[in-house]
């Protein structure tokens, strides 16, 4: 039989054996991964203290995921595979579960959740943030899920993050914003994180004033992402505000304030801040634009 010529395309059996290779390299891949976690853990167990959830790790190996993905497979499904490889072995590092509210919709918090943690994380249904931070409370290591946007008669679930032994937002998801992603609700992560785990690109302040007006509200526009509620306390309101931290202005590339600039935009319109505390912290939102261009960090 004459030898195949190089410039002949490979046949369906070809291309299936190639794929079959791949699937095992990739198997193999992930065993291994998961022998060095193996390891990790009794590193840990001597040189290392607090949840195993790393926040500013998974922001970084999420971006640098985006910048060198290419090719016909959509981002959709390389960002599922990897926010589910990612947290699957955080949760054989050290167990925990996912608290979620669904008040902002049962079917958009349980996407999110599924998308960013996987069906290996124990998932436990809520209804209201101050359900789930308390939960979170009693717990050594789970995680919580917030919607990071404002809600009809919901108040400031976000005070009882205020005192020093309290947990904080450590991240807010999706790490990658962009159209028609399949887990767009924006949330909150709520947790315990060690200290050197957490990354402070984006700081989250409770805050309470007096005089909260439209214009309160308009001077804040351009510094920070706010949610307001009702504070009758102080005959105001109750504030969660992102404000990119400082250090991050030259990276993020954008308008940004600090917590002292958004203190003045609130006295010079009008309002008085009554009291203020830092409950969280977490990465910026790295933006995928249109089809063609490079992704790019927001400054909230």
């Not at 600039?261 to 634009?289: E, F, N, Q, W």
């Amino acid at each position: 039989m004459a030898e195949q010529s190089r410039s002949d395309p490979p046949s369906l059996a070809d291309l299936r054996r190639e794929i079959d290779l791949i699937d095992e390299r990739v198997h193999r891949l992930l065993m291994d991964r998961g022998e060095i976690i193996d390891r990790l853990i009794a590193v840990k167990h001597t040189q290392e203290t607090g949840s195993a959830f790393r926040p500013a790790r998974e922001a970084d190996m999420m971006r640098r995921l985006v910048d060198r993905h290419s090719g016909i497979l959509p981002l959709d499904t390389v960002e599922s595979i990897w926010r589910v490889i990612i947290a699957t072995f955080t949760y054989v590092q050290a167990p925990f579960s996912v608290h979620a509210d669904l008040s902002a919709g049962d079917a958009a918090m349980r996407d999110s959740a599924r998308f960013h943690f996987g069906f290996t994380v124990p998932f436990v249904p809520h209804m209201g943030a101050a359900s789930v931070v308390a939960a979170v409370s009693d717990s050594k290591g789970d995680l919580g899920l917030v919607p990071a946007f404002a809600m009809t008669g919901v108040g400031a679930w976000w005070s009882a993050l205020e005192f020093d032994a309290a947990p904080k937002i450590i991240a807010r998801l999706p790490f990658v914003d962009r159209a028609d992603h399949p887990a767009a609700v924006p949330v909150f992560v709520v947790s315990r994180a060690a200290p050197d785990a957490m990354v402070k690109e984006v700081e989250v302040w409770s805050v309470r004033v007096a005089g909260w007006s439209a214009a309160a509200a308009q001077a804040l526009g351009p510094l920070a992402e706010v949610i307001a509620v009702p504070d009758r306390a102080f005959d105001g309101a109750a504030l969660l505000i992102s404000v990119p931290h400082s250090a991050s202005k030259t990276r993020v590339n954008a308008l940004t304030g600090s917590i002292a600039t958004v203190t003045d935009a609130l006295i010079k319109a009008g309002a008085s801040v009554r009291a203020s505390g830092l409950v969280g912290s977490h990465a910026t939102r790295y933006r995928v634009p249109a089809k063609g261009a490079r992704p790019v960090p927001t400054g909230r």
